[in-house]
């Protein structure tokens, strides 16, 4: 009897034990919750906030290439778009392939185009005010405004030079060129286990490529600015406030969330989750936040580059009569040819930039003599609001009843300049 409750005491104990060590064996498995970017609820909110901002811009790129009328501008434009769909759609598969660590691969790619985008808006910009040559004409010989905010007191009593504008397009170069060899040495690395975001061990690659990074970028936005403040008065009629804040806040906000995040993990705010290391997780936010962040910065391009002022825009033949404009798969194979950019490239950094520079003024006058068309964006063009400023022989254009434009006759050439 003794016996069999001894025998029944130890069943029983046996089936009420059992539960609660099986339930602490299960439990790590069970209460070992996801990350948030990892669940399907962040996958489905970043998917729908990545597929809106690709339907806004793309059919924003689209109208540009159907109005492809003013070509030497309009390719940057439709360049610079492109951020939008290469960002949301390459962050997005990021978190879709987080586990396979498949981030790194996508990450490079966004941020080279990151790199492209800073130059093709310079260059919109020189392309709005006709080149160097032409801007040249305009603020040489103007001091630089020395100041402590802007970082130029180191320029007290310098002047803007040809020199000046050759470091503004060398500057934004260099970040188009190191990045991707950052990229490469980043995607080499990392399989080899050199590589891991937030390491910031000595042994390991990603402190060195950090702060090549930082000093690249720092110094392509730098040039980026100082550009602006010697042309704001220039690109004024061109609305260059809200382009450049666009710009900058996308490329500015990519920048230091990556910097913030770093700072969230060395604190420990973010920490290690299962094997995968705080830098990794820290990157994964990242590439969140900016599926969230693409759809404000589609809606934000849409108005700082309309295809509106395009769309009336015809170019004319000699006969008057108006040019037929190309298809949009011709004109789409025009914008992602990287001849020019690599012809720029070359020239910038060599020995012949002064015949470079003098042979594209050439060629912007050339253009423009054979265009007769009544366009809102035309190279060295001023806008005034009467016609006082207007003279017997200039070529007027009518701005929707809210001023006038008028061809500038500064179109000087450089023969010679000791500045080179």
């Known amino acids: ?149 802007w970082c130029t007191c180191c320029l007290t009593g310098c002047q803007y030079t040809i020199v000046f504008l050759r470091f503004c397009k060398q500057a934004t170069l260099q970040y188009c060129v190191i990045k991707p060899i950052m990229a490469v040495i980043t995607l080499i690395l990392q399989p080899l286990g050199y590589y891991s975001d937030g390491d910031w061990r000595a042994d390991r690659g990603y402190l060195y490529i950090t702060i090549v990074y930082n000093i690249t970028v720092s110094l392509a936005l730098y040039a980026l600015f100082l550009f602006y403040q010697a042309t704001r008065d220039l690109l004024s009629p061109y609305y260059p406030v809200l382009k450049f804040f666009t710009i900058k806040s996308v490329i500015f906000l990519s920048f230091w969330q990556g910097v913030l995040l770093a700072v969230l993990e060395k604190a420990g705010a973010i920490r290690t989750y299962r094997d995968i290391s705080a830098g990794t997780i820290a990157a994964g936010y990242q590439n969140f936040v900016v599926c969230i ?86 190279y060295r063009s001023t806008v005034v609001d009467n016609l006082e400023s207007i003279k017997p022989g200039m070529q007027v254009t009518v701005l929707d009843g809210q001023g006038f434009r008028y061809d500038n006759e500064n179109s000087t050439l450089l023969a010679s300049d000791e500045e080179f």
């Not at 501008?73 to 939008?84: G, M, P």
């Not at 934000?300 to 395009?310: G, Q």
């Not at 040019?323 to 690599?342: H, M």
Request: hydrophobic share 40%; glycine share 4%; aromatic share 14%.
């Open 1 to 149: 009897m003794l016996t069999n409750t001894s025998l029944l005491l130890s069943s029983s104990n046996t089936t009420t034990t059992s539960p609660i060590s099986s339930l602490t064996e299960v439990t790590p498995g069970a209460v070992d919750e996801q990350i948030f970017f990892q669940t399907a609820a962040a996958r489905g909110i970043s998917g729908i906030f990545v597929w809106l901002s690709l339907i806004i811009t793309c059919h924003q790129i689209y109208q540009h290439l159907k109005y492809y009328t003013n070509p030497n501008e309009q390719r940057w434009i439709v360049r610079i778009l492109f951020i939008v769909p290469i960002y949301a759609f390459d962050s997005w598969l990021s978190l879709l392939f987080f586990e396979q660590s498949y981030y790194v691969y996508f990450d490079s790619i966004r941020d080279c185009y990151e790199a492209f985008v800073i130059y093709n808006f310079l260059s919109l910009c020189y392309e709005y005010l006709g080149g160097e040559m032409s801007i040249l004409s305009e603020i040489r010989g103007r001091p630089i405004k020395a100041s402590w905010l």
């Open 293 to 378: 962040e693409m759809f404000f910065a589609a809606i934000a391009l849409r108005y700082a580059f309309p295809y509106s002022i395009y769309r009336h825009q015809r170019k004319l033949d000699e006969r008057g009569q108006g040019i037929a404009l190309k298809s949009i798969s011709r004109n789409l194979r025009q914008t992602i040819n990287p001849k020019d950019i690599v012809d720029d490239a070359i020239h910038n950094f060599s020995r012949s930039y002064q015949h470079y520079a003098n042979a594209q003024n050439l060629k912007t006058l050339n253009e423009e003599s054979a265009m007769q068309a009544n366009s809102f964006t035309s």
